[in-house]
């Protein structure tokens, strides 16, 4: 037969799918994941028993760990050295385990993430609770199997006398499945199994009485009532661990915070090194030192603050930067009868329960057998020193060892085993008090069996025999709650004046997008003129205001979206200087352009709101909170339709009237109110009809009486009008007319449409901007106070084809 007839052929599917699921199946049962018994992992478990079977107890001196790990290694785990020593260092950690279960000697590792010494150097042995996990494992209270080589057997799960998956908790990642189980307090989960035994219908909101949450080994404050809820509901919550934290006061007014108490598995010099760059990059102000002062007294975390610093908000930006505060995700998953199930708090104690009673059951049948077969000998040896006499003629008249048993048997019905034990009974026993002793052994034996049969006949018995135990071990093993809970999640709120030192400063917009922060200092060295700002040939000023560096900025484009840039974060330059281009701060699309730019120091001002107006008279108002925001990119601020766009944002108080100029010299005034607030999104309401070729050019606020109101044209023609000619209306309507154009050909034109309108009460400048790149400048005042419906005064000298494109106020601050 040739040999390539033996093949079948193969799908690549089938078998690398074949072969991952078997896979799979061992990572999951064999490696990551906890057994709900006793709550440990294979290598765990393999490391406690082979300490254990070797008499490396905590009554005996330490041992090699390497001795260990080899046993371990070559018995019941080949997978290499590394991961059993890996596994015996954590449980030997007692930032990590709840309770260790191994006692360590030397360099086991420390808090800083600093590795443990090689396993030749360190010393190991059992820790005193770790022997509750394997007590009475001899008396067949679990299951063994065969090792991997079938050369010695090995527990399946350990009696565990204490639940420990609980207790210590487990993390761990395998194929398909992750585990992420807390520590809890042993008191707590030990009352807890002892209730829910003495009433098993409780709810976990009964339970939640006595466990009240996780107790992490080196305490932390955990936030979050619900989301422990959740996770002893359906095995999956989230919680909040917070940095235990205490501001001292010092000489000088000074103050320092102190850390006593990490969040559960942070490396602390990852956490002091990323609280030293906060301090040397200055993303905080007022932090001069950071120090780690642990040591024999405990964990002691120091950060020394300057004087007349913002201690509390320092302490909030730590929480909120670095782990002072971190997230914990519950993922109770463990294997239940070989199967990996996302578990609850009282599937997990139901499961160590019934664990329990198998254990106890086991044990007391154990105990039976060898107590009944101790009393059936004491009972043979009782009867022989009734009938001593007539035994030893027996025996003396046996040719041999087995003849005189025989002789035994079948003379007074003595049973092998009684015989036996009587043909080796010692001559000093022929004692009355040994005698007496014996008498006494086996009525001690009889009433040990009667105490065996009602647990194995009980069930109530069963279960007082299981409360006592955890009772013995919750009294000599049990410490207090490390861990404080904390009902709700407290929220950070971050002082922007702690990131850096609040000062007021000019910030400056340009028409090409160039924008800059400037120190006073540095403007009144320069000379205190607004003119005489940086700005590239051919650029011109579009937007100046003092403000504060613990204000925000609210950037508007005409596209409806808007940016939210706090000011501290736009880079610094003097007055003479240029700046950068705004792009480099925010991501504005190269098409789109800004609109208005709104300082902002609280949004939650009441009856604030954004008002919008667009090019098509579309109006719409918000209120101011609904923009607030924490995202660096581009959001919605207003819903623009096809061919329009947004001209202005301006910031409202709702009690002023709403001034609205169209590009063919129309106007409208109506009152704020007259427009209800909408979401953010929407797209508004409109505020003026335009005829088909028309549109708005301009928008104001206007209140009362007083003040003018400026119109430019096109050609460079500008008046101003009385406020009060221009009378309040209903929103929406066609308006009244604010500038008349010249017509006729012997009539020199006064423009064609109108460029800008602005409200004054008191002067500024304008700048026009012409088709040619012309830039010409003149104060309001310059222009005529003439009626609404006049022609204006040429303000600028333009050639015949020369128009204006755009105008610009610099508005007085």
């Known amino acids: 037969m040739d040999v390539l007839e033996n093949f079948l052929p193969a799908y690549l599917e089938e078998v690398v799918g074949d072969r991952f699921g078997r896979y799979s199946k061992y990572i999951i049962q064999d490696r990551a994941i906890p057994d709900v018994r006793d709550g440990l992992k294979p ?13 490396n107890t905590p009554d005996k001196p330490y041992r090699k760990s390497a001795k260990t790990v080899g ?40 808090m800083d993430d600093d590795p443990a010494a090689a396993m030749r150097y360190t010393e190991a042995r059992l820790s005193p609770i770790a022997l509750e996990l394997l007590r009475d494992i001899e008396k067949r209270t679990v299951l063994f199997k065969d090792n991997f080589d079938n050369t010695t057997k090995e527990p399946v799960v350990l009696p565990s006398r204490y639940p420990n998956l609980l207790v210590n908790g487990v993390s761990g990642i395998s194929s398909g499945f992750a585990t992420e189980i807390p520590p809890h307090n042993l008191r707590e989960v030990i009352d807890a199994c002892i209730r829910l035994m003495e009433q098993p219908n409780l709810t976990v909101e009964d339970i939640m009485h006595i466990v009240k949450g996780p107790d992490f080994p080196i305490g932390g404050i955990i936030m979050g009532e619900d989301g422990i809820r959740d996770a002893y509901k359906t095995g999956k919550g989230r919680i909040y661990i917070r940095s235990k934290t205490e501001i001292e006061e010092l000489r000088g007014g000074k103050q320092q915070i102190v850390i006593t108490e990490l969040p559960y598995q942070i490396v602390k010099s990852r956490l002091v090194t990323a609280m030293e760059n906060i301090r040397l990059e200055k993303k905080v102000e007022g932090v001069a030192e950071v120090r780690d002062e642990s040591g024999r007294n405990g964990l002691r975390i120091v950060v020394e603050l300057k004087k007349d610093a913002d201690a509390q908000g320092i302490l909030a930006y730590f929480l909120k930067k670095t782990d002072l505060q971190v997230t914990y995700n519950f993922n109770m998953v463990a294997i239940v009868n070989k199967t990996p199930m996302q578990l609850g708090l009282l599937e997990m104690l139901k499961a160590y329960i019934e664990h329990q009673k198998e ?9 039976l057998e060898k107590a009944e077969d101790r009393a059936h000998v004491l009972e043979g040896l009782v009867k022989a ?5 007539a035994v030893i003629e027996t025996i003396r008249a046996s040719k041999n060892r087995a003849d005189a048993q025989n002789n035994l048997v079948q ?6 085993r009684q015989a036996d034990s009587i043909l080796t009974l010692q001559l000093y026993r022929l004692t009355n008090l040994e005698i007496t002793s014996l008498e006494k052994e086996l009525k001690e034996a009889n009433k040990l069996i009667a105490y065996l049969r009602g647990i194995l006949s009980s069930e109530k018995k069963l279960i007082a025999v299981i409360k006592e135990e955890l009772g013995e071990v919750r009294a000599k093993y049990g410490v207090d709650r490390r861990s404080v809970i904390q009902g709700q999640v407290e929220e950070i709120k971050l002082n922007p004046e702690v990131t850096f030192t609040p000062e007021d400063v000019y910030v400056t917009l340009s028409k090409e997008g160039y ?30 205001r003092e403000v504060n560096t613990i204000e925000k900025l609210l950037i508007f484009t005409q596209k409806g979206q808007y940016f939210l840039l706090p000011v501290h974060m736009i880079p610094e330059y003097k007055w003479k200087e240029t700046g950068t281009a705004i792009v480099n701060i925010i991501p504005i699309a190269k098409e789109d352009r800004i609109v208005s730019v709104i300082p902002v120091k609280d949004f939650e001002q009441p009856e604030r709101c954004l008002v919008f107006i667009t090019k098509r008279g579309q109006v719409k108002r918000t209120e101011l909170k609904e923009y607030f925001t924490t995202r660096s990119n581009g959001i919605v601020a207003c819903k623009v339709g096809e061919g329009d766009e947004i001209i202005r944002v301006m910031l409202s108080d709702s009690i002023n009237d709403l001034l609205i100029a169209t590009r063919s010299g129309m106007s409208i005034r109506f009152h704020e109110a007259e427009v209800n607030p909408m979401g953010r999104v929407s797209g508004g309401v409109r505020g ?28 460079g023609y500008a008046k101003r009008s009385f406020l009060f000619d221009y009378p309040i209306q209903g929103r929406g309507g066609k308006g009244i007319i604010t500038f008349e154009f010249k017509e006729g050909k012997r009539v020199k034109s006064n423009g064609i449409s109108l460029i800008g309108m602005f409200a004054c009460k008191e002067a500024m400048n304008v700048t026009l901007l012409t088709n040619t790149g012309k830039q010409v400048s003149f104060s309001t005042d310059q222009s005529p106070i003439e009626d609404r419906k006049s022609f204006g005064k040429s303000m600028v000298s333009l050639e015949k084809s020369e128009k204006v494109l755009e105008i610009m106020a610099v508005r007085p601050t």
């Open 71 to 110: 046993d371990v290694m070559g018995n019941y785990h080949p997978h290499g050295d590394a991961s059993i020593y890996e596994g015996m260092v954590r449980m030997a950690q007692y930032w990590k385990m709840g309770h260790m279960l191994v006692d360590g000697h030397g360099n086991w590792g420390s």
């Open 515 to 544: 924008v800059k922060r400037t120190s006073l200092l540095s403007f009144t060295r320069s000379g205190g003129e607004i003119e005489s700002t940086g700005l590239k040939e051919g650029d011109s000023l579009k937007y100046h």
């Open 411 to 416: 003379q007074f019905q003595f049973s092998e």
């Open 688 to 715: 003026i009809q335009l005829k088909e070729d028309d549109e708005v050019i301009a928008a104001e606020w206007v209140a009362g009486d007083e003040g003018e109101i400026m119109v430019v044209s096109d050609t």
């Open 43 to 55: 290598v765990q478990r393999r490391i406690l028993y082979a300490m254990y079977d070797a008499g």
């Open 385 to 389: 020193l009734d009938i001593l006499d």
């Open 359 to 367: 254990v106890v059951t086991f044990r007391s049948q154990y105990d």
